[in-house]
Every structure is written in C-alpha cells, then in structure tokens.
C-alpha cells in the first residue's frame, strides 16, 4: 500500500492559488513613518529601513485585485506579508495573509506488489500441531472409521490407527510434530513470499483542517491535520513460500491465501512551505512539505497497521485572471520513509504470521490539474483532478482569510 495513504497533501499548496494575487498590483503611495520626533517603535524602524531599500516600483508588478465581493482590509494586512514596502506593495494588494481551510479528496488507488516478505509465526508449529491434535481427538472415532473404510492394506490401516493413538494421546508425539513444523518452515524468519496475484486496490477519503500565513510575498508557511479513512483489497492469490529445509522432496509450500479485505482509519500531520513567483499573470509554486502518518486495521483490531514519515513535493506553473480565477498544472511526488509494514498479524492470523513487509510497484509521480475562486479578499475555492497510470483522484479546499 506504499504511497496510497497520504495522497490528500496536494491540497496544502492549493492556498498559493488563492494567493497568487502577488502577480498583480497597485503603486504604493502613503507610507510614511512618525517624524514628530517620539521614538520610533521597532516596526517603524523596520519600515524606515525598508524605505531607504526599496526597489523600484517597476520592478514588482503587483497590482490590485478588483474583487467582485468588496471587503474591508484586515489589520493583519498591515503586518503580513513581511517586505511589502521594501517590494513597493501597497497594504491589502495582496489577499487576507492568515488562512483558515477546510480541506477533503478521495481518491482510488490500483498497485502492483514488487516484494512480500512475510515472517512466520514463532509458535506457527505449535499451533498446526496441538490445533491439529484437539481436532481429530475430538472426531477421533470418525477418522478410525475412515481409516477402516478406506483402500489401505491391513498393515497401513494398523500404522494409521497407531499413530492416530499416539498423536491424540501423547504431548510428546504433538510436541515433536511442531518441531518438526517450526523447523521445516523457519518460524520466526523472515522472508521473500511468491504471490501470484499481488494486486491492491484502494478507496481512500480524508478530511482536515489546514492553518497557513503569509510570511512573504514569495513564501507561505503552512500546517494540516487529517483524518483518513481506507477501504483496502489485496488480492494475494497463491502464496509460495520457501522451506527453510527440503521436506519430502520439497523446497516451498503453497497456500491459497485469495483477498484479504482492510479498513484502515487514522490521520496524517504535515507542515511546510510553498515558495512562488510570478510575472504578467504567470506563476510558478513549489510546495516542499514533511510529515508523519498513522493508520490503524479496524476490523482485524491491529492499533499502528502503518506507522510512517514521509516527504511532499509539488512543483506548479499556471496562470492567473485578474488574481480572481487562476489555473493550473503540475506534479506531485510522495516519499515514504521505508516500506509499509503490518505488525502484530498474529491477531489476524490467529499466530500462523506475525508481520509482513510490502514494497508497491508505482508510477513515480502524479499529475495534476487545478483551479481556484477568490471572489473576496477573505474567501477562496479550490479544486484540484490528480490522476496518473494507477491514480484518479480529487482534492477540494474551501479557505477563509483573515
């Protein structure tokens, strides 16, 4: 299932669509600072230092934005972003610089399995044998009538009795039987399991909350948190695998496993940045994140199924309207910090596995296609289509600004 939990991250960088009021602009007139002789305050200071720096107008073309919603400017526009007199940026040019955001996606997900590793049970012989032992003493008078209804020869029929006599009545013969399990199949090993199928398919929804601020014209800071919810299949088919020593003749063992169905439900942290620049209505946005992601099994009852960091990445280039409608195109690309692991599979397995390791064949990037609505200064919409060979996917935002 690598890669397929956290696939909502595209929505942390749909704010810079939002913000890409900074390609337009308006000529900064008024700033002044206190001249009546007090002593200056630290921002007036920095404002007079910004002053004595500034660029020429010509250099930035911010211009303002004719919101069709007329909205008075906050007083948080006449802090944030940080260098607007330096940039010649008149205060409330850009959008409200504090975002509030509720974010949401879905998306389906279809993945090769690369490699299974899967670590046999310690007690895997104990529980073949002795599970073995309690069935047939419980039936045993059926399997003597089986033995003495079946083709055998007389001498096979008494052997099959006699170790039917043992098997059931001696801990010792059951003990040994394990033994011999354990050994045969390395319990407590991990290792490389042949699958015939290998397929996984994923229905994911997420929902959450994103908090995101200005800093500067060219650079947002940002924090989300998610909650995730996954409907997983994982078509195993047959299940190959190698005996740790040869047992009659044989070097792997078979088992059909067929579909194993999950319900994984948690939530997923990220904070980062998104840098941008823009020119006549043209942007470029690059979204760097990190974050963490937790996942739990449901109905198999196993709390930290994925336990994980991992890596966002979004490069974007799009155009603006005005700064009120904006589109756009790009890529994503999330790294997972190791392959995805299941732990404690003793519980769903009832001890036959302990875990397993996964590694997901996968298009190394997804696409996508956006688009945003700022009808005033303290709203903006988004939506954003995420697709690539083995993904489809949408990613919704609505953001109040402030």
């Known amino acids: 299932m690598k890669k397929t939990f956290l696939s909502f991250v595209a929505l942390s960088s749909l704010a810079f669509a939002q913000d890409s009021a900074l390609l337009t602009s308006q000529e900064l007139s008024g700033v002044t600072l206190a001249s009546d002789g007090h002593k200056q305050t630290l921002r007036e200071k920095m404002l007079q230092k910004e002053l004595e720096l500034q660029v020429p107008r010509e250099t930035v073309p911010v211009e303002a934005i004719n919101y069709p919603i007329k909205t008075p400017i906050p007083k948080t526009a006449e802090y944030l972003p ?10 409330g040019t850009l959008p409200n610089p504090i975002g509030v955001s509720i974010i949401g996606s879905f998306m389906e997900e279809n993945y090769n399995i690369k490699r299974f590793n899967g670590t046999m049970g310690a007690s895997i012989g104990n529980k073949i044998a002795f599970g073995l032992k309690d069935a047939i003493t419980k039936d045993k008078q059926k399997v003597m009538d089986a033995i003495n209804n079946s083709s055998l020869s007389a001498q096979q029929k008494f052997l099959a009795k006699t170790f039917v006599n043992l098997f059931t009545t001696s801990t010792a013969t059951a003990q040994g ?17 042949q699958l015939s199928e290998g397929k996984v398919h994923t229905r994911t929804g997420a929902v959450g909350v994103k908090l995101d601020t200005w800093i500067f014209p060219f650079m947002q800071l940002f924090a989300t948190g998610t909650y995730l919810n996954m409907q997983q299949s994982t078509n195993v088919g047959n299940a190959t695998i190698p005996l740790k020593q040869s047992l009659l003749g044989l070097n792997s063992i078979t088992f059909p496993v067929g579909i194993l169905e999950n319900k994984l439900d948690g939530w997923a942290v990220m904070g980062g940045t998104t840098l941008a620049i823009g020119y006549k209505g043209f942007f470029l946005s690059c979204m760097i994140a990190g974050g963490y992601v937790k996942l739990d099994d449901l109905v198999n009852d196993v709390s930290g199924f994925v336990k994980k960091p991992f890596m966002y990445i979004a490069p974007r280039i799009g155009y603006s309207l005005g700064g009120i409608m904006t589109a756009h195109f790009g890529v994503q690309r999330v790294e997972l910090f190791g392959s995805t692991s299941g732990n404690d599979l003793s519980k769903i397995t009832g001890g036959l596995v302990d875990n397993f390791n996964i590694d997901i064949e996968k298009y190394p990037v997804n696409f996508l296609v956006g688009t945003n609505f700022t009808p005033m200064r303290d709203l903006g919409i988004s939506f954003e289509y995420v697709f690539s060979p083995d993904v489809r996917g949408l990613n919704a935002e609505i953001a109040y600004r402030f």
């Open 177 to 193: 039987i394990a033994s011999l399990i354990n050994n045969t199949l390395g319990a407590g090993e991990q290792k490389e399991w």
């Open 82 to 91: 940080m260098l607007q007199t330096l940039l010649h940026i008149e205060k």
